[in-house]
């Protein structure tokens, strides 16, 4: 892509001026944050002109366009990204260089936007990167939150949660246009009137407004020239709360009511699976959604569009059930605005939307009481009853004489409390309904929506998650990068699939020792940043183990803990047992709410300081848990990974994203028959995969015939040991009490069957132990990993979208 600033001088010219006349410093006087935003609106001001360009060209085009709803997006940092897009950070880093200031510096200024809880918001992000790259016309539609997930801290090994004020500072990425707010109306009651055509129609009288107002970001594809665009929306209070300052004359009850407004998008909710029922989450998700339909159809649709085109013109991704409400909120739109017939409208309203479901946790999917609902969303609530009304009835001619399978596809659940079911809401309604890898939408298929699926049997598909190879391994290992490039040429990170050509390389000394020394010098780099950071200090020379997700019973961290709790007891028993040193990594943030998950980060902690404090260990074992795993966190963890820790139940993770991200840097992963697992391991063949544990049939049969727990503590001696010690107080100073709820839980019900799992598991990493020694063969696995993780690009998963759901294609540059 030609660029006009891809020469050093020029470059530099344009920077100092930034800093200039865009900070009003010169540069002797500049803090770390102007250098940062003058570089951030030198690389802004380049991709400038090719977004106006793409946004002109999309709607000239008359392209269907994909809209992305989410209520995540989990960014990480912008200026690399936005650098590596456009070509220029060589150029930028020599004229940081020229100038004697620090690249380093000026990129950690950077706090990254973390408008997300994790695997979901994440995809979200590569998504939207993806779509940019293949050129396709799409917009994501989402919340600005003004903090976005706590950051973690430690106290005496517990999580503490701060704000996370991203804004403190400013963002130079968004561009705010408070002229463009929509109006989304809340609460209040309907009524009925006659149209002047006589029909008798639907209003409804809403109670109070907020205004929602948008902020735009760029988002640039790779080396394509083309730069899409994602939309935040941000709550502001109207001139009606304004009003209120005059009319009862109560200035104090007025900046309250301004606040209650501006609340909505304060604040992300940190739970990543249990959705709590709150009516101001219910508040987020309807002020997004009607925010961003209104916009796309009168600001990207244009004034006169005919909603009747809408399916020609566009497919509305539900990015899981948070922006449900988006379909009652386009049939009020198309009956209650665009006076279109109910049966008309629904017929729209099928062919617009798309599901993908990302879990399989019955806890996890979302259901509103309708008491709720009705008050907030009042006609919303009637339509969804209509709707279901409607499908009801469909159903009772299919199945006449099954009236219990038709009352329990009902979209409205009747126990504990009458409540709307979004993810049947979204099946009724969705043209297609995708899970996220192999496994996972079988489950959906055969499990969580088998009648739904028996019913619409064409309805169901799978699209097997993806990552970014421009941010995960361009950006975070660009050691690994430049080794690639070398060996098999440019163009492999928008074509990732060409990393096979490495295949021929796994056998090549040379080339086996340049990989060698990169995760070195990867191990190095994060022991540097760790040590600054936390003031943890890594050995080197060991076997880097890495566990990173979010912390929950299902994902098993604690099976993991009962692992390294084994290989000390070991030690202790042995102090002369040859065993390959490692450094166990953790990074995982818990919701606020969830109890035992902050009770296991207690204990992870607990656990490694008094493996720090033994001197049997010796150097061998070592646990780090640096705190607030992020984004930015990971693109230096990932690339230092030897080992990719991925031991859910099987049947539990719907795909997983980390475990690709730690293949295509060369970990190789230990995992059970779960989520993409089970597609890696097809991928890297099973001599490169240490798999263990149940499968999900296995797992099925278990519960069926009433698991217990306590038989396989009673007879296995060293899960007796481990257990017993952490039961016993050895990890919190002779106090039985502080981690009994633990041991507890997995003693007498053990929901996620970890001990079941154990002694597989156990085997597995001593195999592990077993095959790090031969350095050689050790690495020749990893490098097939890195060749055959190609299918794991968020590229191909797009491509997936289109041809399975979205039946959109690419507009190219004219
Ligand atoms: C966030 C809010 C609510 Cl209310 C519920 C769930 C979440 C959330 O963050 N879910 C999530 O991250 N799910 C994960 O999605 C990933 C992407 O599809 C999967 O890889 C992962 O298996 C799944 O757990």
Known sequence: MPSDLDDVERFTEEFLKRLQFGQGVALPRATKNDLYYALARTVRQQLMARWLETVQRQMQAKA?????????????????????????????????????????????????????????????????????????????????????IFRQTFEDGHQVEQPDSWLTLGSPWEFPHPEMGVKVPFAGHTEKYLGEDGRERTRWVNDWEVIGVPYNYMVPGYRTGNVNTLRLWSARATQAFDLHVFNNGDYLQAVRSQAFAENISKVLYPEDSTPQGKELRLQQQYFFVACSLRDFLTNVMGPGFDPRKLPERVIFQLNDTHPVIAIPELMRILVDEKDIPWDEALDICRQCFAYTCHTLLPEALEVWPV????????????????????????????????????RSMSIIQEHPERAVRMAYLATVVGAKVNGVAELHSQLLRDKVLSDFSAYWPDKFTNVTNGITPRRFIGLANPALTELITDTIGDGWLRDLGRLVELEPHADDPAFLDAFAAIKVGNRKRLAGLLERRDGIVLPQDAMYDVMVKRLHEYKRQTLKLLHIVTLYQRLQENPDLDIVPRVFLFGAKAA??????????????????????????????????????????AETLIPAADLSEQISLAGKEASGTGNMKLALN????????????????????????????????????????????????????????????????????????????????????????????????????????????????????????????????????????LDRIWNASPVDAS
Request: glycine share 8%; net charge negative; hydrophobic share 40%.
């Open 64 to 148: 269907k366009v994909v809209v992305y709803l989410s209520a995540e997006y989990l960014l990480g940092r912008q200026l690399d990204n936005a650098l590596l897009a456009s070509g220029l950070t060589d150029t930028a880093e020599a004229a940081i260089d020229g100038l004697g200031l620090d690249m380093q510096t000026i990129r950690d200024t950077e706090v990254e936007p973390g408008l997300g809880n994790g695997g979901l918001g994440r995809l979200a992000a590569c998504f939207i990167d993806s779509l940019a790259t293949l050129r396709i016309p799409a917009i994501g539609y989402g919340i600005r939150y003004e903090y976005g």
């Open 371 to 406: 008491e709720l609902l009705g008050r907030l969303l009042p006609r919303h609530l009637e339509i969804i009853f209509r709707i279901n009304d409607d499908f009801l009835a469909e159903l009772r001619e299919a199945y006449p004489d099954d009236e219990l399978r038709v």
């Open 592 to 633: 606020p709410g969830y109890w035992i998950a902050k009770q296991t980060i207690a204990l992870i902690n607990a656990v490694g300081r008094v493996i720090d404090n033994d001197p049997i260990v010796a150097g061998r074992l070592k646990v780090a848990f640096p705190a607030n795993y992020n984004v930015t966190l």
């Open 666 to 801: 060369g970990a190789l992963t230990i995992g059970t028959l779960d989520g993409a697992n089970v597609e890696i391991l097809q991928a890297v063949g099973e001599e490169n995969f240490f798999l263990f544990g149940l499968t999900e049939p296995q797992v099925h049969a278990i519960y069926e015939s009433g698991y217990q727990p306590r038989e396989y503590f009673q007879n296995n001696p060293e899960l007796r040991k481990a257990l017993g010690a952490i039961a016993s107080g050895a990890f919190s100073d002779g106090n039985r009490e502080a981690f009994a709820p633990i041991v507890d839980s997995l003693l007498h019900e053990d929901r996620f069957l970890a001990l079941a799992d154990y002694q597989s598991y156990i085997e597995a990493q001593d195999r592990v132990d077993l095959a790090y020694r031969d350095t050689r063969a050790w690495n020749r696995s990893a490098v097939l990993n890195v060749a055959r993780s190609g299918f794991f690009s968020s590229d191909r998963s797009i491509q997936d979208y």
